[in-house]
């Protein structure tokens, strides 16, 4: 009898345990619905959630090399979408979303800017992490008519200072057929062991979502992305300078010591954009958004929410 009531205990503590879980992230980003649109005959997959009642400027979010809807940190999203919406999306060819990945960051945001109208948005803010910072400054400068704000997280300018000089490991994690948790520890956190810490947190709350799950990026689509980032990372005689033209509001940030993406370089885009802030997280590395999901969301979402200058 004893057995059975301690049985029953457990059962009861392991009951309370996951509803207690399911309720924590029952409006979270965890639990956003995938969905899909068409766009010049591609089926492009997104998920839209958050509050639809807020005074906040959709946001609109473009990933990773490598990276699906999938690799966003809910923490951080939450913390987005309690005053706007949040679309994360898998460009053409990415993931869920059917056709040829493009191979410039022109054309990639090309497709997203068809991807806003699609959705039925007039004006939309920007975050873009590593590529997704490139094709958010080239939307800046091609589509600048739909974006409010940017947030640029751990990118770089057009022919930015070692954007193509990775070490042979750093190109290894963006061209070989297996992309694992080991890869995202060294290539988005610093080698220390506070960060590598935060990395697992991260991989840990990544994974809380356990089906409607994404699609690995195929090797097609990595090929293209890696194509796009050597073109955008070739330097020449001449620096590309369009970003000087470029009047919006944008929040550069970075961790400290960014392997995949120079850290200079956010500070040389500061240096460029008339109307750029500039961030930077200590102890940290290319993923420091990630690493510091609340912080780094309250920050975006005071840059999102203040005042033009």
Same mark, same amino acid.
């Given at each position: 009898m004893k057995s059975i009531i301690l049985n029953i205990k457990n059962l009861l503590i392991f009951v309370v345990t996951v509803l207690t879980s399911m309720t924590?992230?029952?409006?979270?980003?965890? =639990? +956003?619905?995938?969905k899909y649109v068409e766009v010049n005959g591609s089926?492009? +997959?997104? @998920?839209?959630?958050?509050? %639809?009642?807020? %005074?906040?400027?959709?946001?609109?979010?473009l990933m990773h090399t490598r990276g699906n809807m999938d690799g966003w940190d809910p923490t951080l999203l939450d913390i987005l979408a309690k005053n706007r919406q949040v679309i994360a999306f898998d460009n053409r060819g990415v993931g869920l979303s059917s056709g040829n990945a493009p191979e410039s960051f022109a054309e990639m945001a090309d497709d997203a800017a068809l991807i806003i109208k699609a959705l039925g948005f007039n004006k939309v803010d920007l975050l873009g992490f590593s590529i997704g910072g490139a094709v958010a400054q080239e939307l800046l400068i091609r589509h600048n008519d739909l974006i409010r704000k940017a947030i640029v997280a751990g990118s770089s300018a057009r022919g930015g200072v070692g954007v193509n000089d990775l070490s042979e490991k750093s190109k $290894?994690? $963006? %061209?070989?057929k297996e992309f694992t948790d080991d890869d995202i520890l060294y290539a988005f956190f610093a080698q220390t062991p506070s960060s590598q810490k935060l990395g697992r947190q991260y991989l840990e709350r990544i994974k809380i979502r356990k089906s409607d799950l994404d699609k690995p990026v195929s090797m097609q689509a990595?090929?293209? /992305?890696?194509?796009? @980032?050597?073109?955008?990372?070739? /330097?020449t005689v001449s620096p590309d300078k369009r970003m000087s033209n470029v009047k919006n509001s944008i929040l550069i940030a970075n961790g400290k010591d960014d392997i995949r993406m120079p850290t200079i370089n956010s500070y040389n885009l500061f240096q460029l954009a008339p109307n750029a802030q500039l961030v930077l997280y200590p102890d940290s590395g290319h993923g420091f958004l990630f690493q510091?999901?609340?912080?780094?969301?309250? =920050?975006f979402v005071d840059f999102l929410d203040q005042k033009e200058f």
């Open positions: 924590a992230w029952a409006d979270s980003y965890v =639990n +956003a619905k995938t089926k492009i +997959a997104y @998920r839209m959630y958050g509050s %639809t009642s807020g %005074t906040g400027t959709p946001i609109f979010l $290894s994690v $963006s %061209t070989k990595v090929k293209a /992305q890696a194509i796009a @980032r050597q073109d955008w990372g070739t /330097q510091y999901p609340e912080l780094c969301g309250e =920050n």
